[in-house]
């Protein structure tokens, strides 16, 4: 029986950058129509490697071949790469948003591709393009075509640029992390699309991804790659049910597990909201606005020691919950009460003492704290207000005893407390952002999607972290999350938002064997919990 030769294959291909090897021996071989998986933690050489295939890596230097249809990629000109790509080989990036051009329609930069590949005329391309954002699903394509990318959802933005990647019909998709950021529903959304699209064009997709239960889900065949070495390769199910090398098996083993303790009965609530409503108002056309409830009456109280979580697809008005708890969003109606005292009319001063006892930490620690401070400042801000009383050396003591508690040391990280926040890895800087909270002691830590942009190992990391410093001080959190295996794994108890309503709540392992509401269900069952323990 003869073989089919391979659409793409990597032979020993290198990636430097100057001294540095960023892919080292790299052979792997993609059959047409094939789903292959890249798997690794942030640093491992997926993302490089992706954009190598199509020479998008300014600077790097190549060794070994790169060959696509019988052709090395690496010998062929800038020009000759041009026309491949968006035609033969197309990419989707992790980020729309900033991918996609904020001066031009959805439809023109559509339009462009089959216009720059195809030679097509203008209206035609533009006809096309809309027919193509149809195929993905999104509804109204036509007036969506003449939407600019800030007016579309996140889901909405992924599906105009898998529109844009299929234009040309390629014969290779690149993926690369392209459901991140999205919600479990709409993640499965555009994975079902890929999938069907990939059927119908024939096409092989290059899927590169952190997320170990997507991989598994979509891909038939799945590398790991650490440091720029693949280390393992084989059948998606074999590689991540039956790991053979002690990285993939670290990475599976990095899966959320749930380390929950034990309530104590009948302790009075730490934090109590009563029928908290926020209305916003948004634009309908130039003279026209309209309001939306972004909460509508929801009420919640957490137990001290306790662990609440909220979920809900983007716009269920969890974050909104968060800000209007912690007094950073105005309420149209409502009262949040900390230990019995109110909040929703307190004056300035009465919210500033309040703050040392209810904290945040956000999802994206690079952007919420300050490039310009040093960790000693950032961590030490909050006892500047909070301990007016200790002078600089007692403050500096307190910061670096905070830090050595989150698991971060001079003596690993000499300099430490004078580094900036970008010296640091994203899961370093999620324990300075847990470090600037906890340095006042609060009864209350509000964590808005705080593992979201991490690796499953530093996921566990600071998932283990916050179980230590839960149970060592007896705090309680609110844990807002779109990933529900987090949420099974830390939470008491669960909300469930939509649409600005609490529509359903109960114990969290209740909540996930038996949920009461079609949309709890949906996004169980996007969320495929079905291989992580409980």
Same mark, same amino acid.
């Given at each position: 029986m003869a073989t089919v030769p391979a659409l793409l294959s990597l032979e020993n291909l290198g990636i430097t950058f100057g001294d &540095?090897?960023?892919?080292?021996?790299?052979?792997?071989?993609?059959q047409p129509g094939e789903k292959?998986?890249?798997?690794?933690?942030?640093?491992?050489?997926?993302?490089?490697?992706?954009?190598?295939?199509?020479?998008?890596?300014?600077?790097?230097?190549?060794?070994?071949?790169?060959?696509?249809?019988g052709e090395d990629l690496l010998k062929k000109s800038e020009r000759d790469m041009r026309a491949l790509r968006g035609s033969r080989i197309a990419m989707i990036f992790q980020e729309p948003?900033?991918?996609?051009?904020?001066?031009?329609?959805?439809?023109?930069?559509?339009?462009e591709v089959l216009v720059t590949h195809e030679s097509l005329t203008p209206k035609a391309a533009f006809d096309r393009a809309v027919e193509l954002l149809e195929k993905t699903g999104i509804a109204e394509p036509a007036r969506r075509a003449r939407s600019f990318p800030h007016q579309l959802s996140g889901g909405q933005r992924q599906r105009a640029m898998i529109a844009?990647? $299929?234009?040309?019909?390629?014969?290779?998709?690149?993926? !690369?992390?392209?459901?991140?950021?999205?919600?479990?529903?709409?993640?499965?959304?555009?994975?079902?699309?890929? !999938?069907?699209?990939?059927?119908?064009?024939q096409m092989a997709v290059l899927f590169i991804t952190h997320d170990l239960n997507l991989a598994r889900r979509f891909t038939s065949r799945v590398g790991v790659m650490e440091r720029g070495v693949l280390v393992e390769l084989g059948k998606s199910a074999d590689v991540l049910e039956h790991p053979t090398h002690p990285y993939t098996q670290r990475l599976v083993d990095s899966r959320p597990r749930r380390s929950v303790a034990t309530l104590p009965q009948g302790s009075a609530p730490i934090l109590t909201a009563?029928?908290?409503?926020?209305?916003?108002?948004?634009?309908?056309?130039?003279?026209?606005?309209?309001?939306?409830?972004? $909460?509508d009456e929801v009420?919640?109280?957490l137990a001290r020691g306790e662990t609440v979580g909220i979920v809900g697809e983007s716009g269920s008005g969890k974050t909104t919950l968060a800000m209007a708890l912690l007094m950073l969003q105005k309420l !149209?109606?409502?009262?949040?009460? $900390?230990?019995?005292?109110?909040?929703?009319?307190?004056?300035?001063?009465?919210?500033?003492?309040a703050r040392r006892r209810i904290q945040v930490v956000f999802q994206d620690p690079f952007a919420s704290l300050s490039p310009r401070r040093t960790i000693e400042q950032i961590v030490g801000e909050g006892l500047e207000e909070h301990a007016p009383e200790l002078d600089r050396s007692e403050r500096r003591a307190r910061v670096v005893a905070m830090l050595n508690e989150v698991g971060l040391s001079e003596e690993r990280i000499p300099g430490l407390?004078?580094?900036?926040? &970008?010296?640091?890895?994203?899961?370093?800087?999620?324990?300075?952002a847990v470090a600037r909270a906890m340095i006042v002691n609060p009864e209350v830590l509000i964590l808005d999607e705080p593992t979201s942009a991490l690796d499953a190992t530093v996921q566990r990391q600071v998932l283990a972290l916050l179980t230590n410093l839960q149970q060592r001080y007896q705090m309680s959190y609110i844990f807002i999350s779109h990933d529900l295996a987090v949420i099974r794994a830390m939470a008491h108890r669960v909300l469930v938002m939509k649409d600005g309503v609490i529509i359903e709540q109960a114990n969290a392992l209740e909540l996930f064997a038996a949920p009461k509401t079609d949309y709890t269900r949906a996004l169980i069952r996007a969320a495929d919990l079905s291989d992580l323990a409980a």
């Open positions: &540095h090897q960023v892919v080292t021996g790299l052979t792997l071989d993609m292959l998986g890249l798997v690794g933690e942030s640093g491992s050489g997926k993302s490089v490697t992706a954009l190598s295939i199509l020479r998008l890596v300014e600077g790097a230097h190549y060794s070994g071949r790169l060959n696509f249809e948003m900033t991918s996609l051009n904020p001066l031009f329609t959805v439809g023109d930069q559509v339009a844009m990647a $299929l234009a040309c019909r390629p014969r290779l998709l690149i993926a !690369d992390e392209p459901t991140t950021a999205l919600d479990v529903t709409i993640q499965a959304q555009v994975l079902e699309l890929l !999938d069907a699209l990939q059927r119908e064009y009563e029928q908290l409503s926020v209305d916003f108002s948004v634009r309908e056309g130039f003279f026209k606005r309209r309001r939306f409830a972004a $909460l009420s919640l109280d !149209d109606h409502g009262e949040v009460r $900390l230990a019995g005292e109110r909040l929703d009319n307190a004056g300035r001063q009465a919210l500033v003492k407390v004078q580094r900036y926040p &970008h010296e640091f890895s994203g899961g370093q800087r999620q324990r300075i």
